[in-house]
């Protein structure tokens, strides 16, 4: 899930803690084009205020509409679908002939909105099944990989939390400006670092610090292909043993900060003492980032983020030369 929709289920708990009427729209289906993704959200109050989006304005302004009609004082989770033909929807803002479907959940207590902030509030990543028939939604702890929303008759199941991963090396200033824009970027964040006169002093809302040498956090990471693994320390000693088993595996990115010239002893090193193959070391971004000119923390960290999405993406984004050149 991204963080606009997060930020609709911390909406919708604090309006149900103050005693308002809510309701909860889930995208469970799309047909041609659509503006929002399955699983996005959007919340609206009983005066009509309303938290998150699922078109470009249009369904929402039809929801309120409905909701102040009193047509949307649910008892139960109901479904709603916009745009079966052209004509609605071009009413509704959806590219010509596409439809959207929405599952829409009165929210109470049995929705148990305040457990699941709580368990992504830990950073963990949760399957959340929703029972259509009460309203009820019980959590479980979402297999690895489990990205998948699936509507049945009976209930409804989502995945919420942060599919994408960040391990970050080294616990710098640099460190805080990345992990916070991944962290507005939907990734789920974790720093290591075993040095105590950095560890002591980084705290940040969200990201995880763990202070075990960087090779044992790797391992038991478990990279996949939707992880990313950034060392930034300038120590060999730690980036190297990050960097020796983040490029055996699947991890979609892994970068390196430093100099070319210091990345080409990098990957000599790597390769006389750690055996790494050259198309293992090929997977290595370094200089790290894309080249926009960056020298600050925060506009090398912007570039590291580029390219990590250019990467994601499969865009081709080209090596860069000289992304930093510290």
């Keep these: 899930m ?4 997060l930020g609709v289920l911390r909406t919708a708990a604090g309006w149900q803690a103050e005693g308002r009427g809510v309701v909860l729209g889930t995208i469970t289906r799309t047909w041609g084009s659509a503006p929002r993704p399955v699983g996005s959200l959007v919340a609206v109050r009983d005066d009509g205020l309303i938290a998150g989006s699922v078109s470009g304005g249009c369904i929402e302004d039809d929801l309120i509409a409905q909701l102040r009609a009193g047509s949307l004082q649910l008892a139960r989770p109901t479904p709603l679908r916009y745009g079966v033909g052209a004509e609605e929807a071009r009413r509704f ?6 439809t959207l479907e929405l599952l829409l959940e009165p929210v ?18 949760v399957r959340r099944t929703l029972d259509l028939a009460t309203g009820a939604a019980t959590l479980a702890p979402a297999e690895p990989g489990a990205d998948t929303l699936v509507l049945s008759a009976a209930q409804l199941i989502s995945h919420h939390g942060p599919q994408w991963r960040l391990l970050v090396i080294g616990a710098g200033q640099m460190t805080d400006y990345l992990a916070q824009m991944a962290l507005a970027l939907g990734y789920g964040v974790t720093v ?3 040095r105590a006169e950095y560890a002591d002093g980084f705290a940040l809302d969200g990201v995880a610090l763990t202070r075990d040498m960087p ?6 990471f478990r990279p996949d292909g939707a992880t990313a693994i950034v060392a930034l320390t300038h120590d060999p000693k730690l980036d190297d043993l990050a960097l020796m088993e983040a490029l055996r595996s699947p991890a979609f990115y892994v970068g390196a900060i ?8 990098r990957r000599a090193r790597l390769a006389e003492h750690f055996d790494l193959s050259a198309a293992q070391l090929d997977r290595l971004h370094g200089p790290v980032g894309l080249d926009i000119g960056a ?19 499969r865009a ?3 090596r860069p030369e000289a992304g930093c050149a510290a």
């Design 258 to 265: 430093g100099s070319r010239v210091n990345q080409a002893k």
């Design 2 to 5: 991204d963080n606009l929709d």
């Design 192 to 194: 290591c670092d075993p």
């Design 215 to 220: 090779d044992d956090v790797v391992m038991a």
């Design 295 to 313: 020298r600050t923390p925060p506009e090398i960290a912007l570039s590291i983020l580029a390219e990590m999405t250019a990467v994601r993406y």
């Design 93 to 98: 803002g959806l590219p010509c002939g596409g």
């Design 108 to 125: 109470g207590p049995a929705t148990g909105l305040p457990a699941l902030l709580a368990c992504l509030a830990r950073g963990e990543r």
């Design 316 to 318: 081709g984004a080209a």
